[in-house]
């Protein structure tokens, strides 16, 4: 494309990102008195594997911290008190990039600060209606990549792009590896999104495809009639390739558009378009060629995820690889180019690290599978700078499995015992091969542990210790792995606590909660708001229903279009199975959940309404159209590849909209929601709420202030915690 036509292109849709100048932030950068149950995650080593840039709540907030690996030294960086989301320390050491959600919401803007400090400034997400987050940086340090969501171009601005007619579905290739029969089971919903992901490249045009490509996947813009999930999660991160031909919003309109740059955060160097997409779910940038002529690109909804290679010349495109759900940070190309190194699920059920060998354009040429586990997905990658080494973290059933691999030679995996049940992220620190590692489990808060090259894990002195996970006098609860059997054979998963001092064999209260997402599971991890329960005497099962991750993928895709019913009745399968094994008692069930588990919660409560005696509703949808309607452009494209189009699946979004049975329910309801929730916006609640009132049923709504889809302030947390407790307490009879 001819340099003047990108340009004219790009300076119509948008403004490339300026870094911003900050002053210092407020606070002495030392260390604030913590609270003595604090959480230290998201790690990230400086290149010398000295020093761990961290999110950090000893405050309250979570906010951006330094420590000493291997020493109790910390400092805060950024005492405003924004949350921080995401840590990029930059491999010359130079600077620390974060991402914060402003006020809390969903919003969120990339900041570069000097590790001392100083320097602080906006890299991106500073305009006004716009978002932004954090990409990788280039292996020189020089440059930061950004992906900006941008609103729609104000009306009567029109970019012409010529796009390819939309083609068939190809089932036997983009699909090859849904359940036998789902069509069927699906019905009559519309499923979409399956040749493409909405236009990418500054022209708008679609990709070609690397060899081995599956037709009709990955090109201009999406079909009108196959499969894909899922629903959205805060930020433009989130979800939605763009729907109907033309890459036009969901109601016709100009659709928003996501660009990726890489950005100089002195700001001497003018930003780098990478990438852009319109009508877009994702568009992140995972990794960079060492000699920058490619860029690993990762995009599309949850579901439907895809790793591009990007010729950072002329922005086309090499290749295409499916790409499984989860942790963005997929892959990595080996020192020359050659070769790409990649978490997927191409063709599988369980994602694995595969290698792609790419030509000289970042074509694939081959592809082969270097590390698997048969019924367990690679969950976490990291790797070596100098690329010959590799840590892996395996789900194996809600779990974790750690191994550093060899890409160089044909050694065996070499297993890494790890203190906690659950990795959350993993960094190499340092040129030695010592990596550090984001820990949780059921006894303890998330903390941040060093692992040097062939000893044992220890953890920071800085991240809370495990007896400091709880006040003294009630520890927390291991749970115990349950696997029950849904009504059509379907065998579902969960881990229940049980509240101390109850005898054995005598059933009790007990709260289902359900997980958000659909495709986000459950994992054996320290949860505050289940230890609180606990000490009011209930017990708690958190089962995964169909369209949890972590049991393949045909179980993510088993609650597409009317297989949502389904997922339903799960809900009500699972309180049947801790009736029958005796755990729970039948006269006594709540239902709760937050973001997706908050939808299935009003819909367990509309649909069985016998079942449960109360329910609390965290950030739930309760009408899939005014949810539609009211959310953001990216979450909104996404939420369509999961649930149905809110145009042509309107029918199909009514019937699964809790609002619509509310006349069935019969049980008083609390409602809970961020104020600044741009994600499921309060009015869900507040309708659902009111509908309630009308009825005769008891029904209350806490809105939480400075809190957006997530709930990050320690004082806010605690006060749904208390809150949630208080209403089951008094509902169940205790």
């Known amino acids: 494309m001819a340099a003047d036509t990108r340009d004219r292109l790009i300076g119509a849709m948008s403004a490339a990102p300026v870094p911003v100048p900050l002053a210092d932030a407020a606070g002495t950068r030392d260390t604030p008195r913590p609270l003595v149950a604090h959480g230290c995650w998201y790690p990230s080593a400086d290149p010398t594997g000295e020093w761990v840039a961290f999110i950090c709540d000893r405050t309250g907030v979570p906010q951006l911290w330094t420590g000493l690996a291997n020493g109790s030294e910390i400092h805060l960086l950024d005492a405003d008190p924004d949350p921080v989301t995401e840590v990029s320390w930059s491999p010359d050491g130079r600077w620390i990039a974060y991402t914060v959600a402003p006020g809390g919401g969903e919003h969120t803007r990339v900041l570069c600060v000097r590790p001392d400090g100083t320097g602080r400034r906006i890299v991106a997400g500073a305009d006004a209606g716009s978002s932004a987050y954090l990409g990788c940086w280039t292996r020189d340090g020089s440059a930061v990549a950004v992906t ?63 060899p081995g490509a599956p037709a009709g996947h990955g090109t201009g813009v999406p079909g009108r009639a196959t499969a894909g999930p899922v629903h959205g999660t805060a930020g433009p991160d989130g979800e939605g390739p763009g729907l109907d031909g033309g890459g036009s919003g969901l109601d016709g309109g100009a659709p928003d558009r996501l660009t990726a740059y890489l950005v100089d955060p002195s700001g ?130 809600g779990a974790s499995e750690l191994e550093t691999l060899s890409l160089s030679t044909a050694a065996r995996p070499r297993r890494v015992p790890l203190p906690h049940e659950v990795v959350t992220r993993i960094t190499r620190a340092g040129p030695a091969g010592g990596t550090v590692l984001a820990l949780s489990g059921s006894q303890r808060r998330p903390g941040v542990w060093w692992a040097p090259p062939g000893g044992l894990s220890a953890r920071t002195p800085w991240s809370s ?16 792995p349950l696997r029950p059997t849904a009504r059509d054979g379907v ?96 006269t006594r069930l709540a239902v709760m959940g937050r973001s997706y588990g908050g939808y299935l919660t009003m819909a367990s409560l509309v649909w069985h309404p016998e079942l449960f005696r109360t329910g609390v509703a965290v950030c739930g949808m309760s009408d899939l159209s005014t ?108």
């Open 268 to 397: 001497l160097g003018s930003p780098v378009l990478v990438a852009a997409e319109s009508g877009a779910a994702t568009l992140r940038v995972c990794d960079v060629s060492q000699d920058g002529r490619f860029a690993l690109v990762r995009r599309g909804p949850r579901g439907r995820r895809e790793a591009v290679v990007v010729r950072t010349a002329d922005l086309a495109t090499g290749s295409v690889l499916r790409v499984g759900d989860g942790d963005p940070w997929i892959g990595r190309f080996s020192q020359d180019g050659r070769t790409l190194w990649l978490r997927s699920d191409h063709e599988r059920q369980f994602a694995a690290l595969l290698a792609a060998t790419l030509d000289e354009d970042g074509g694939r040429v081959g592809l082969s599978v270097v590390a698997e586990r048969e019924g367990s997905d690679l969950e976490l990658l990291a790797f070596a700078e100098d690329g010959r080494t590799a840590a892996l973290a395996w789900n194996v059933r």
């Open 491 to 586: 065998r579902l998963g969960g881990w229940y606590y049980r509240a101390a001092g109850r005898d054995a064999g005598r059933p009790g209260p007990c709260v289902i909660h359900l997980h958000g997402g659909p495709e986000e599971q459950e994992r054996p991890v320290f949860d505050p708001l289940y230890h609180e329960l606990l000490g009011r005497g209930l017990d708690v099962f958190a089962p995964d229903v169909r369209g949890s991750s972590g049991w393949g993928r045909s179980f993510v895709d088993a609650d597409l279009g009317t297989g949502r019913f389904a997922a339903i009745d799960d809900v009500a399968d699972c309180a049947a199975h801790v009736v029958l094994d005796g755990l729970a008692d039948p």
């Open 627 to 734: 949810f539609f309607a009211g959310t953001e452009p990216w979450i909104a494209e996404s939420a369509a590849h999961k649930y149905g189009h809110p145009v042509r699946d309107r029918e199909l979004l009514r019937a699964l909209s809790p609002m619509n049975r509310v006349d069935a329910l019969r049980v008083p309801l609390l409602a809970v929601h961020g104020e600044h929730d741009t994600n499921v916006p309060p009015g869900e609640s507040e309708q659902m709420v009111r509908a309630a009132r009308e009825r005769g049923l008891p029904a209350e709504m806490l809105t939480l202030r400075d809190e957006g889809h997530e709930f990050r302030r320690a004082d806010n947390r605690r006060l749904f915690r208390r809150a949630a407790a208080d209403w089951m307490q008094r509902h169940l009879g205790l």
């Open 465 to 480: 210790r495990d007896e400091d996970a709880v006040p003294p006098g009630r520890p927390p609860v291991r749970p115990v």
């Open 148 to 210: 900006v969501a941008e609103p729609p171009p104000p009306t009567g601005l029109t970019v012409r792009t010529v796009l390819p007619e939309p083609s068939a579905p190809d089932h036997g290739t983009a699909f090859g590896d849904l359940p036998a029969g789902w069509a069927e089971r699906d019905g009559p919903a519309t499923l979409l999104g399956g040749t493409g992901h909405g236009q990418v490249g500054p022209d708008g045009s679609g990709p070609d495809h690397g």
